[in-house]
């Protein structure tokens, strides 16, 4: 259910970011409020998003002598469209899909697997040392159940946190609101609908808690 007021904390959270198309409907948009998804500023937004997407997706520099060039070239493309990244030791193998990529946080030593996609109407924020298998879906946005909202255009969206030290399994679905602790792993197939405790191994749809593992410092 979307929330009446703009958040405190997740406008705290944005103004670290970089590359924000700040207006009223941003505001309204990360804070999980009932907002217009056609306004002006986010859709030039999605259109720079989907413009990069492109680049990123088909980008091979010829002259590359080793995947590790490839990977420093990639790594300068990340920079220019997502909010945060904590370091230079992140790599996502394309296909890669966002909304805006300006309200995701990657921390250090990020992995993702072939053909992430995240909907990062909300801030996304992902922890260090998190390994991503192919396939994986992690989304913000959202909308309400009554039609009428959804023929207006009106959406709105919920932030997701994963926590240090996560192993998202391939073919995996992250939904909006959701807080995976550290420590985690989600096994390949599941769908993550509610908060995952630190140190859990979760499976299923809906994913459940299987077991846990020793915490570590």
Request: charged fraction near 25%; aromatic fraction near 8%; charge should be negative.
């Amino acid at each position: 259910m979307a929330v009446k007021d703009k958040s405190v904390r997740e406008l705290d959270k944005a103004k670290s970011l970089a590359h924000v198309p700040w207006c009223d409907e941003y505001e309204k948009m990360i804070s999980g409020m009932l907002y217009d998804a056609g306004a002006s500023e986010l859709a030039v937004a999605r259109f720079k998003a989907r413009k990069w997407t492109m680049h990123y997706n088909s980008f091979f520099p010829e002259d590359a002598r080793n995947a590790e060039e490839v990977s420093q070239a990639r790594r300068k493309l990340l920079g220019g469209i997502i909010g945060e990244i904590d370091g230079d030791d992140i790599c996502i193998e394309p296909p890669f899909s966002i909304d805006y990529g300006c309200s995701i946080k990657f921390g250090k030593r990020f992995y993702a697997n072939f053909n992430l996609c995240i909907l990062d109407c909300a801030i996304i924020t992902i922890g260090d040392r998190v390994m991503l298998g192919p396939n994986v879906s992690i989304f913000g946005a959202t909308h309400e159940t009554d039609v009428q909202s959804r023929r207006e255009g009106v959406e709105f969206a919920r932030p997701v946190t994963i926590g240090d030290d996560c192993w998202i399994g391939g073919h995996s679905v992250i939904l909006p609101g959701v807080t995976i602790g550290k420590g985690c792993t989600v096994a390949a197939g599941s769908i993550v609908t509610k908060d995952v405790p630190d140190w859990s191994v979760v499976m299923g749809q809906p994913a459940k808690v299987v077991r846990t593992v020793q915490a570590i410092d």
